[in-house]
């Protein structure tokens, strides 16, 4: 790396250069070191001029063949990793084959992205989606569910609509997922919340209704026969017990399933984005990285799921061994494979998910959508230039269920390109420009004697500055408040594995005792227990434009 991105900023103000009085230094964390004007990343990214891959995981969903209608195909890439689970793809029934199949709703998944743009910033990482997670989180769903049929005490039914629910936990998410929500709770005035037009949770009670209505016709035609078959009438029950599952109406052990620290959806993901960031562990950047000496590898993760999912116990007495709703336990035999789970899941969201190269493509996106809807919901739709109609309805925020449905990541590709030509706009058109030639903003980390450092007030403002001389356009119509907006972003985040507050998972231990697994950490003073519980990850970043010299 070179020495003047590793030096303390503490330079003569004679020089240009920032100065920090608590000897911060700026190291950019962009996978170039140099200080030319050519920082964008080697690596080019997956998709070229917003086109959508054909293939999501290798393997896994192959789009020329979507009529092939088995999730054997749809998980092909899996089966290997599912096999020594010990998870057998079984034969769908009608009402979840007909989702997965036949409805708009459920299918448009597949424009998702499961990873937002770590494709954008790394070529060799696949472009995994919402539609391939949610069929993977189904197969783990039924393999628990069938497993532990005995000990659950609920009707066939019920037991039917907990294995749709880990098929459709996910229909609610708009473009790029997680991404376009952090992005709209922004704007000042929003106090950090998503936004409900947005937030995918309210978005998969709305999608419920709509997909209730697309499988069962529940709407007034005429001429459609009103009288259901016995199993229609069986699979529109299953439908509404799942609907009130997901709606979180009722608490109880399948809401554990489905949403807690252990739960299937968190497994699922466990497996999936273990093989994504593979991709990633060859990066120079982050080979100093300590925690990654701790990441299991894909075989142990896999051997780490078995074990887990083996080691399910249903119980209905607490620690203290009191009568209590049914819970989901972990039986002691498992404990290390579980909080192994645990570290890796932080380790690979933390230090490969989020790496701070995908956080700038993800960045210069999020201020695209930022501007964009400004000029929308500021009556300046003229200066847009070409916008698709649908596309401004969602940034408005007054968008249909319909509409809604019809939103998935190529839009916003499209939309973008369009931008980048026909936008009166100057930031917009720049941003856009940039986005389309992946020439993304670049990341730097805030440190201080090599260990993680929040920068002060003053040297945030000197940055700011720096950005406002620096920044290459016509900016005489525009406040310095403004540009710093849109090419400036400061970010802390701060992360623990495991949440002692809340959802503690429970083990069930050889003297057949229950215990939380932080006090079962402390008696037996687990090694990897006392990582998992001391461990916290801490980054202050810091994005602008490659041109920006520090």
Aim: proline share 4%; charged share 30%.
């Amino acid at each position: 790396m070179d020495k003047k991105t590793q030096q303390t900023e503490k330079k003569s103000p004679k020089d240009g250069k920032i100065n920090s009085s608590d000897n911060i230094n700026i190291v950019k964390r962009n996978g170039k070191t140099d200080n030319k004007r050519n920082l964008i990343p080697s690596i080019k990214p997956t998709n070229v001029e917003g086109h959508y891959p054909r293939f999501l995981v290798h393997g896994a969903v192959n789009l020329l063949e979507e009529d092939i209608r088995e999730l054997s195909v749809i998980l092909e890439s899996f089966l290997p990793h599912l096999d020594k689970i010990g998870i057998q793809i079984l034969k769908t029934s009608p009402l979840i084959k007909e989702t997965i199949t036949g409805t708009e709703i459920f299918r448009r998944l597949k424009g998702i992205s499961q990873v937002e743009l770590m494709p954008f910033a790394f070529k060799q990482v696949p472009w995994f989606t919402r539609y391939t997670h949610s069929c993977l989180t189904y197969v783990f769903g039924e393999h628990i569910i069938n497993k532990l049929r005995p000990k659950l005490k609920f009707n066939n039914t019920q037991l039917e609509a907990a294995k749709l629910c880990f098929l459709i936990h996910d229909l609610g998410h708009g473009p790029f997922s997680h991404l376009t929500e952090r992005a709209f709770k922004k704007p000042r005035g929003r106090g950090g919340k998503i936004p409900k037009e947005y937030d995918h949770e309210y978005w998969t009670k709305i999608l419920l209704n709509e997909l209730r209505e697309q499988l069962f016709d529940t709407n007034n035609n005429p001429y459609i026969n009103k009288v259901l078959s016995k199993e229609e009438k069986l699979n529109l029950d299953i439908f509404s017990s799942a609907t009130e599952i997901i709606s979180k109406e009722k608490k109880n052990i399948l809401s554990q399933l489905l949403s807690s620290q252990i739960d299937l959806d968190r497994l699922s993901n466990y497996l999936g984005d273990r093989i994504v960031v593979n991709a990633v562990l060859d990066e120079k950047d982050i080979q100093n990285e300590d925690m990654l000496k701790h990441l299991s590898s894909i075989n142990e993760v896999v051997e780490n799921i078995k074990r887990i999912m083996n080691n399910f116990i249903v119980f209905e007495k607490d620690e203290n061994d009191n009568k209590c709703e049914p819970f989901i336990a972990v039986h002691e035999d498992a404990v290390n494979p579980l909080i192994r789970y645990l570290l890796d899941r932080h380790i690979i969201r933390y230090y490969l998910l989020k790496h701070s190269r995908r956080e700038a493509a993800n960045n210069l996106l999020e201020k695209i959508l930022l501007r964009s809807q400004y000029l929308v919901r500021n009556n300046e739709i003229a200066s847009l230039g070409k916008t698709d109609l649908l596309v401004q309805t969602w940034l408005f925020g007054n968008h249909t269920e319909a509409e809604f449905v019809g939103m998935n990541d190529q839009m916003v590709f499209n939309q973008i390109r369009k931008w980048s030509k026909f936008t009166n706009d100057t930031i917009l058109r720049d941003l856009t420009l940039r986005f389309t030639a992946h020439n993304f903003f670049c990341s730097y980390t805030c440190e201080k004697d090599g260990k993680p450092s929040p920068p002060d007030t003053k040297l945030i403002e000197k940055i700011k500055s720096k950005v406002n001389d620096q920044i290459n356009l016509d900016i005489s119509l525009y406040p310095q408040e403004l540009i710093t907006q849109y090419y400036f972003t400061y970010d802390e985040t701060t992360s623990k594995p495991y949440h002692t507050d809340k959802d503690e998972a429970f083990i069930y231990t050889s003297d057949k005792k229950i215990k939380k697994l932080s006090n079962y950490i402390n008696e037996t003073k687990n090694e990897y227990g006392k990582l998992l519980l001391n461990s916290e990850f801490e980054r202050y970043l810091l994005i602008m434009p490659p041109e920006v010299e520090l």
